[in-house]
């Protein structure tokens, strides 16, 4: 018997719930403050309530009858500027909380408007201690026919901590 193997490529999105009702309380926060862009949502979709935003990422908030905030499971976005965002939310008088336990990142946790909790990282490594300096000779050679590269493998693209390039 062969397993099929699905590759996962991305992340197309990240639905974040809302209370019913939720939307004009939720522009201020994912449109003013996090600069993203609502959109409308398919018609069909739309009757469900809840509203779209998109920018660098896509964020959708999905209405839930029974709803409860998040205050553990958490989207993790990266920013430029974690601390000038959380100065931003909180002179906005969203709630906001400083992390330093993860290192090499400045990191803050913002509270949506309902109390979901939403982390924002901004790396604080030189550009040169997050990328190899050097590819190797295999790493930046073409693929062969049929061959597909991994994306994160290729040369100058971060690995997940304590993976080593694969370069066979």
Known sequence: MTSAITNLRAIDHVQIAIPVGG???????????????????????????????EGAVKVHLGVEQDFRANVKAHVAFEVDDAAGLAARASAAGFRTQFDDDLDGFERVYLYDPFGNRLEFLTSLLPLREKVSAKPTDEASKAPSAGET?????SAGHLLPQGEKEDTK
Do not use: I, M, S
Request: aromatic letters at 12%.
């Open 149 to 153: 590269p991994h994306p994160t493998r």
């Open 23 to 53: 939307e004009a309380q939720a522009r201020p926060f994912y449109g003013d403050l996090l600069g993203l862009t609502e959109v409308p949502k398919p018609a069909d979709l739309a009757k469900r309530g809840g509203c779209w935003f």
